[in-house]
DNA sequence: TCCTTGACATTTT
DNA sequence: TAAAATGCCAAGG
């Protein structure tokens, strides 16, 4: 194979994007879908980080449980399996789960550009 | 190529 | 505060 590309904007699909933004989060902070997405420099496009996320192969272990919606709300139905998992997972690092949801005024991650761009390598 | 789905977001009721 | 309507767009069938 001469050339291969995976994207057409960048050597990295966009899956990879993702989990590698995902990645940069904090321990201790949380980020949402749209935040991630638009760090991954793929902006509207936060049902595609869900859909990432669910489709993440076990060996890369990602920090998804960092991720949830904007309003600090876990993606999953109150009581489920996933939803517990990721609120015992978030409580380990110190982040308060009230109800299925974090306060994003006390936990959401500030990203700063600098370290955005020194650690997507494009 | 068309149609549906989705670990979402924003605006309007 | 809550629910509904809309917007969004890559993947998969």
Not at 6 to 27: C, D, E, G
Not at 60 to 87: M, P, T, Y
Request: proline share 2%; net charge positive.
């Amino acid at each position: 194979m001469s050339h291969r590309r995976l994207s057409t904007a960048s050597s990295l699909s966009h899956y990879q994007r993702i989990w590698k933004t995902v990645n940069l989060i904090p321990k201790g902070c949380v980020s949402s879908y749209g935040q991630v997405a638009d760090y991954a420099g793929l902006p509207g496009r936060a049902r595609l980080v869900g859909k990432s996320l669910s489709n993440t192969p076990k060996e890369l272990s990602i920090n998804w449980h960092r991720v949830v919606r904007f309003n600090g709300e876990i993606a999953f139905d109150k009581g489920s399996v996933q939803a517990n998992k990721q609120r015992d997972l978030l409580q380990e690092e110190g982040v308060t789960v009230i109800n299925n949801r974090v306060k994003m005024k006390d936990f959401n991650w500030q990203a700063d550009l600098a370290t955005i761009l020194h650690s997507l390598e494009f």
